[in-house]
């Protein structure tokens, strides 16, 4: 049985134990099942922008440099950023870049994409 904080507080004080001050409270238990319920009808079972890239990513690229780059984050404005292992990589990649964001814009959650960024590192 649970009992209010101020009878926790009195019981603690009669063992010589210091109170309980905070602000927090418990809260009641909910099933997983209601959980779960509550998060299909807000829809997070729907695939996001990031992984309609990340499932499509060899086609968008090509498979010789899918394997080399990664995408690694979607910024503010609709901008993909991917990271690219060096220099030379990027600068070919620089030139299909129009045609990847081409690509990119035919996926369907991704028509709102607007630019592309590559960083090498």
Not at 37 to 62: F, H, M, P, R, T
Not at 75 to 98: C, D, M, W, Y
Request: glycine share 4%; hydrophobic share 40%.
């Amino acid at each position: 049985m649970a009992f209010s904080r101020k009878i926790e507080n009195l019981i603690a004080n009669l063992r010589g134990l210091p109170e309980d001050t905070s602000r927090s409270f418990l809260r009641k238990e909910k099933h997983l099942g209601d959980l779960l319920k509550s998060l299909e009808y807000k829809n997070v079972k729907q695939q996001s922008v990031y992984d309609a890239i990340l499932s499509n990513w060899a086609a968008l690229l090509g498979p010789e440099y899918a394997s080399r780059c990664q995408p690694l984050r979607l910024s503010e404005g609709n901008t993909l950023i991917i990271s690219v292992p060096n220099a030379t990589l990027r600068q070919q990649l620089h030139f299909q870049k129009n045609a990847l964001l081409k690509k990119l814009q035919a996926l369907p959650l991704c028509r709102g994409m607007q630019n592309i960024v590559l960083l090498s590192h």
